[in-house]
């Protein structure tokens, strides 16, 4: 099993950015779909990115023109950038593969308002 961890979390004001990373133990390249979702307090987790090996990106609605997910396969690391960021997005964020079920730790994402 591929072990994930995300690091880049922390407390930002309304409106600021983070970058999220999240390293895995192996290669990432053999997982084709590799995704961020996040789990706010009283919330199930949700999808926020996705990425494929070939660079199609999906992202939730709430996220759009907000947040970028990126891969880098060779560095097996997978990255999310957000910016204007709203106090709606606090939550632990988890970078994972869905169909493998691996799932790093979590990073707390705390924004201010």
């Known amino acids: 099993q591929v072990r994930l961890v995300e690091s880049g979390g922390g407390l930002v004001q309304a409106g600021g950015s983070l970058r999220l990373s999240c390293v895995a133990s192996?290669?990432?390249?053999?997982?084709?779909?590799v995704g961020w979702y996040r789990q706010a307090p009283g919330k199930q987790r949700e999808l926020v990115a996705h990425?494929?090996?070939?660079?199609?990106?999906s992202y939730a609605d709430s996220v759009k023109g907000r947040f970028t997910i990126s891969r880098d396969n060779a560095k097996n690391t997978v990255y999310l950038q957000m910016n204007s960021l709203k106090p709606e997005d606090t939550a632990v964020y988890y970078c994972?593969?869905?169909?493998?079920?691996?799932w790093g730790q979590g990073t707390q994402v705390t924004v201010s308002s």
């Open positions: 994972g593969a869905l169909s493998y079920n691996y």
């Open positions: 192996g290669s990432i390249g053999s997982i084709n779909v």
């Open positions: 990425i494929t090996n070939g660079g199609t990106l």
